[in-house]
């Protein structure tokens, strides 16, 4: 009797144990990049779902002759939405939204048959948009932006006819940066821009340091970036709070000596130090 009961006991949890795998996305994918139940030939037509032990939900997949059709969703072990995506006979089409923990939307990405398709948006998990991106067809298109987490512009750029037109970065003090290849209004630095910023005045000039007429490092102390970029132009090196500009003529009038090199360490867009190097 009590092998019986052991035996029956032993039967209802396989049988459970089916069920279970049943409900908890018992499907799997072949060499030919369909899905099927296990031991069936067939292509699976229906839903997939997978559940924790004590019930809350996993994921919940719809299939169509063994591909992913229709709506696709995670949740977190909290019961909050992970994400959510939409298919059409295996590929991405409609919108695929991601989240936060917190329940916040992390992403949300726009898709036409498997290839982004307009906007892609992304925030940071306070809620405040992180980055917006735009696609035709996959390709970049039109104005890409991304913010600090304070709401600050954090960089800009504009794809056109498949080629990157303009880009533009800032720190997090919204003073902008340099980008390799690119001038600080975002147009491109091509080799005639280069030699034209030889010719600014800041570049030409032979300036002192320490004593002497034209003491660069007096002169330009607490006056505004726009006065630093007018005389000298676009910085060479960009870092948080310090614009740095070399190849220039700087003469120390004690020894003789020369220096070339520049840099302008400065707080809310007002100089605060110079460094001759």
Known sequence: MVNMVMRGGFIL????????????????????????LPNQSVPYTGKAERKHFD?????????????????????????????????????????????????NRQNLTTYRMGAKHGPVIDWWPEGEKSFEE???????????????????????????????????EWNRDGEPKVVAGWNLDGTFKSAASVAQRQQILGRRILWNRVSGPNRIDLIYRDKPLKTIRTVFGDPDVADDGLWTYKGLRIQDPSDGRMFDTASFRFKKGMVTEIWIE
């Open 55 to 103: 019930g809350t939900r996993i994921s919940l997949i719809h299939y169509y002759e063994g591909k992913q059709h229709g709506l696709t969703q995670f949740w977190y072990p909290n019961g909050k939405p992970r994400s959510a995506f939409q298919y059409i006979e295996g590929q991405l089409d409609g919108n695929a939204t991601y989240f936060y923990r917190n329940g």
């Open 13 to 36: 949890l396989w049988l459970a144990g089916l069920a279970w795998g049943a409900e908890n996305g018992a499907v799997e994918r072949r060499p030919d990049g369909l899905w099927y």
């Open 134 to 168: 735009h696609y035709n067809n996959g390709v970049p298109e039109g104005l890409w932006k991304s913010w600090w987490p304070d709401g600050k512009i954090a960089s800009e750029k504009i794809y056109k006819n498949r080629r990157l037109v303009s880009h533009r």
